[in-house]
């Protein structure tokens, strides 16, 4: 059975820093691109990151460029978000996301597995 | 980026209606569309991709259709668990993906 955890939310300080990890189990996790998906208090789906399955290559939202960073480690099936400079507008559920199906170096950019989401909070 | 526009914002519906929400990109997306269907304090779960195709065990009142900038998302007959909000994706251009702004499906 696939399973996405996410871990490391919590409360931080406005300019403070937070890493959220993402344990994957079930799968051959090595073999598919990663993404991260967040979304705000009441709002909808805004999508943040993604890695390609070996980690050579990253995308990030303008919204988190230079202050995110995206990271694996294919030997602990572990998605990473580092995340730095926050403010109130990172508060929100982050949500890591497999692709529905990845051949070679090419995944869907669909998502069919979730994690649970994990809850950052960016207040003083 | 294409901007997706997802219309109404909600819609009231009794259950055993139908419903039909639609959703559109700000330019063409060719079949490379998602929906999603999401509950209170649920992630998002995967209902239709490549505009049409029912995802794994979605039940046959989901349907999808559309290509280019408009599609839409028709549910049969709604179900007690139908009531939720729902999401489009494009995935056609990336970076980066980008979702509608969602419907919610309510009870009337």
């Known amino acids: 059975e696939v399973q996405l955890v996410e871990s490391g939310g919590g409360l931080v300080q406005p300019g403070g820093s937070l890493r959220l990890s993402c344990a994957a189990s079930?799968?051959?996790?090595?073999?598919?691109?990663m993404h991260w998906v967040r979304q705000a208090p009441g709002k909808g789906l805004e999508y943040v990151s993604a890695?390609?399955?070996?980690?050579?290559?990253?995308y990030y939202a303008d919204s988190v460029k230079g202050r995110f960073t995206i990271s694996r480690d294919n030997s602990k099936n572990t998605l990473y978000l580092q995340m730095g400079s926050l403010s109130a507008e990172d508060t929100a559920v982050y949500y890591c996301?497999?692709?529905?199906?990845?051949?070679?170096?090419?995944?869907?950019?669909?998502?069919?597995?979730w994690g649970q989401g994990t809850l950052v909070t960016v207040s003083s | 980026e294409i901007v997706m526009t997802q219309s109404p914002a909600a819609l009231s519906v009794s259950p055993g209606e139908g419903a039909t929400l639609s959703c559109r990109a700000s330019?063409?997306?060719?079949?490379?569309l998602a929906w999603y269907q999401q509950k209170p304090g649920q992630a998002p779960r995967l209902l239709i991709y490549?505009?049409?195709t029912r995802a794994t065990g979605i039940p046959a009142r989901f349907s999808g259709s559309g290509s280019g900038t408009e599609f839409t998302l028709t549910i049969s007959s709604l179900q007690s668990e139908d009531f939720a909000i729902y999401y489009c994706?494009?995935?056609?251009?990336?970076?980066?993906?980008?979702f509608g702004g969602g419907t919610k499906v309510e009870i009337k």
């Open positions: 996301a497999r692709p529905s199906y990845c051949s070679g170096t090419s995944c869907t950019r669909f998502f069919d597995y």
């Open positions: 079930g799968f051959t996790f090595s073999s598919y691109a």
């Open positions: 890695i390609s399955s070996y980690g050579g290559s990253a």
């Open positions: 330019q063409s997306v060719s079949g490379n």
């Open positions: 490549g505009a049409s």
């Open positions: 994706q494009q995935y056609n251009n990336w970076p980066p993906l980008t």
